[in-house]
Structures are given as C-alpha cells and as structure tokens.
C-alpha cells in the first residue's frame, strides 16, 4: 500500500525533551512541524526522572559540567537557553517546583505536568505529533523522505532527536546512530554513563553483607572527582558520587574513594591513643556501622588502638582515605541514565545543530556526543540544543 505523502517544513523525529523543544520553536516561527514518536505517549523518559517528579535543570549550569570530545560546543547553545529561560516556561505553565540540593529543581509534584506543558505549547503552535510511529526508511533527494509505515512526510528539515540507547525499556533505540551512519557522519563510540558500577566476585566476597551502606564520600578517577554518597549494591556500587564517576570511567581504570571525606583518620588515631577503643568500634565513629567492621576486620579489628603499629596505621589510612577499586564493569544501559558519546560534534554547528556536510539535517539531545553530570545538567542540554535547532530549522 503507497501512502500520499504529507509534505511539511519540518520533520522531527522523538518526543522527548530536545524534540518537543525544538518543536515549540519552531512552530513560533511559523514552520509547519511533524513530530514522529515510536512510542505510543511522548516524553517517556521525561515521565520517570527524578523519581517521577523531573529533575528538570540545575541553576549551576556551565560548560564543565558537560563531557564531550569537544569541551567548547556546547558553549554556542547554553548561552542562549539558559536554565532561567526554562524555569520561566515552568513559572508561566503555574508549576510549582523546589530546590532539592546543589542547584536540582524539581516539580513538586510530578513529572506529568513537564510533559503536559510541552505537549500543550506544541498544540498552541500547531505542532502536529505522531505516536507509533516506526520509521521504516529516509532518503533525500530535494526534500527528506520518511516512510513510516502508516505514513509517508517530506520536509526541508529533519531533526534527529532520538536519544541514546540507555533504559531500553523506554523504547531506547540506534536509530539516531544508523541516520547519522547514512549520511556519512561521525560517531564517537558510545558506552552507558551515569550508571552503576560491578564488583569482581573475589570484592563481593570482601565486602559481602555491605548491600544497602551508604556513606559521603569523595570519588575519584585521577584528577576528576566528585563528592556525594556512595552506596554499596548487591552487584556493586552505585549512589550519586558512583553514578557521576561512572560517565568518566573506562575499563580497567582504578578508581580511587576517600570514605571519610571530613577527619583525617590517622590525626583522629593518634589523638585517641590512650583511649580503650579497639579499632573496629572507634572506625564506627566516623564511618557506617557495617563498613567499620568489614574496614576493621581486613586489618585489626580487635586491637586498641595503643597497640597498632606504625604500618597499620597507614594500611588504615589507605583502606579509609585512599580505597581503591578497580570495577568488573559497569550494570549497563538496562540501568545507565544517558549514553557517553554519539554524533561527533565536530560534524554539527554549535550555532544551530545543523549537519555540517548535510543541509537540513540536525542532531539534538542525547543522539549528540554531550553528556551532563547527574543532577538536571542532561535536561537542560535537550532544552538548549533543542531551541538552538528550533530557531534555524
């Protein structure tokens, strides 16, 4: 069955943050937009961040919190969209929102409302969307051509919004990756970031009975740290410091965890010299029960401290400020927030997220090789790369 194509100005393909984004901006200026959405709802992801409430910017937003081959691209786009620019969508949509810690703003009350305030602005725009549809091929002669299956579009403009391939279950898919591979365009290898990390089954053994101990920390990969909790898993570790450390990290690297980020624990030792403590109860001083005794219990667990040696007390030192592990891998996409990589920026222009060597074409969102910290930063990344798109497509 030949289906009459639907000519537009603009195609865009994923109803996720960066796609409804660009969408809205678009259709201010007039364009005719065709949002085509595999799933059957828009903003699948959108729904469940934040524990279902959407952590939808950070207020600390800057360059560095971003991880790309390309430090300086995302520079052009931030400028212009700022996380000011989107709490004032979110002030006018009457959503009420707080601060949680270190800049996060959250809905008070759920996610829900982000995704109506987009879907609501595209229909005042006249944006059409499209759920269930698969995209079955594009070519490009003057125009883009996108077979659907149940339908066929051609526009002017086609914006890849389709995200990475983290959280399958969403619907996550390569398709991004296989557009940009038919036309030629570089993608920098992709890997699951802000994700757990595993354990070989000689550390589980070590640090068996610790699932559920969670404690502040600073993590470290060599000169990049973060401090936040740390939390131990049945598979490994995982918590905020572990998910940020995770984007950064590669195979086989050592990564580094200071467990008592605020007392130095050999001052704290020599300090209490005289007192009855055996090492085990005074390490419960300072970090989680349970960790104490596995910490302890690898070095002296029952000795009082006038008693350790000179070399104990250093083998304590490093167990405590300078732990290091080295991870079997990671949990993967099945649990990785974003995708590290994609589309090669040196490709796009920062300016307007266009195709260098491909009129008409554009990438935004996570498709791109931009990555943020935990915390908002990867939202605020889709709202700004999205109205960058918007305002050229």
Known sequence: MTHTAISTDVIILG?????????????KRGRRVIVLEHNDRIGKKIRISGGGRC???????????????????????LSRFTPDDFRSLIEAAGIDYHEKKLGQLFCDTSAQQVI??????????NV??????????????????????????TGSSLVVATGGLSIPPLGATDLGYQIARQFDIKI??????????????????????????????????????????????????????????????????????????????????LNHRESRFTLKNFLKEYLPSRLAETLGRLIAPNKPLNQLSKKEIQLIHQQIHQWTFIPKGTEGYAKAEVTVGGVDTEELSSKTMEAVRVAGLYFIGEVVDVTGHLGGFNFQWAWASGYAAGQYV
């Open 188 to 269: 920098n290898p992709c890997r699951p970031g802000l994700v757990p990390l595993t354990m070989t089954p000689d550390d589980r053994l070590t640090y068996d009975g610790l699932s559920g101990v969670s404690a502040e920390t600073i993590v470290s990969l060599g000169s990049i740290s973060f401090r936040e909790n740390t939390l131990f898993t049945h598979r490994g570790l995982s918590g905020p410091a572990i998910l940020q450390i995770s984007s950064y990290w590669k195979p086989r690297q050592p990564i580094v965890i200071n467990w008592c980020p605020d007392h130095d624990i050999t001052e704290q030792i």
């Open 55 to 77: 952590n939808f910017t950070n207020i600390h937003t800057r360059p560095a919190n971003f991880i790309s081959n390309n430090e300086h691209f995302v520079k052009s786009a």
């Open 116 to 125: 109506d305030m987009l879907n609501n602005t595209c229909r005042a725009h």
């Open 15 to 27: 109803a996720g943050a960066a796609g409804l984004m660009c969408a809205i901006e678009a259709g």
């Open 128 to 153: 059409d969307i499209r759920t269930g549809s698969h995209i079955k091929q594009i070519q490009r002669d003057k125009n883009f051509v996108i077979d659907t299956g149940t339908g066929r579009f």
